[in-house]
């Protein structure tokens, strides 16, 4: 059975970090390009960060850019997001994706789409305030 499980969430002051987790199981990881995305009450899920197989593949979303960092751990079928700086509008259910592309270009032309993902997790929240 192929899962994606999120850790990591919780409560952070604005300006703290956060670092989430994504354990993969029950498929090849290396050969997903993983992606987190979150999503705010009464509003669509969006995507954060994307990375391909190799770590220096990684793109973001402008909101993103500077703050946050996508890696992976093949070995280890870890995915993670370091966020930091963080701000109030940060606040929201963070999922991660598995999408299977792990060469080429193609991907990062319809990252966003949230149908191009075959495994989602079940959201881990994370909540910025003082």
């Known amino acids: 059975q192929s899962q994606l499980v999120e850790s990591g969430g919780g409560l952070v002051q604005p300006g703290g970090s956060l670092r989430l987790a994504c354990a993969a199981s029950?498929?090849?990881?290396?050969?997903?390009?993983i992606a987190w995305f979150r999503q705010v009450p009464g509003k669509e899920r969006e995507g954060v960060a994307c990375?391909?197989?190799?770590?220096?593949?990684?793109r973001y979303a402008d909101s993103a850019k500077g703050r946050f960092t996508i890696s992976r751990d093949n070995a280890n079928n870890v995915a993670y997001l370091q966020m930091s700086d963080l701000k109030s509008d940060d606040t929201g259910v963070y999922y991660c994706?598995?999408?299977?592309?792990?060469?080429?270009?193609?991907?990062?032309?319809?990252?966003?789409?949230?149908?191009?993902?075959?495994?989602w997790g079940q959201g881990t929240q994370v909540t910025i305030s003082s």
């Open positions: 029950g498929f090849d990881f290396e050969y997903y390009s």
């Open positions: 990375i391909m197989k190799q770590e220096d593949s990684a």
């Open positions: 994706a598995a999408a299977a592309y792990y060469s080429g270009d193609y991907y990062y032309t319809v990252w966003l789409h949230e149908n191009e993902y075959d495994f």
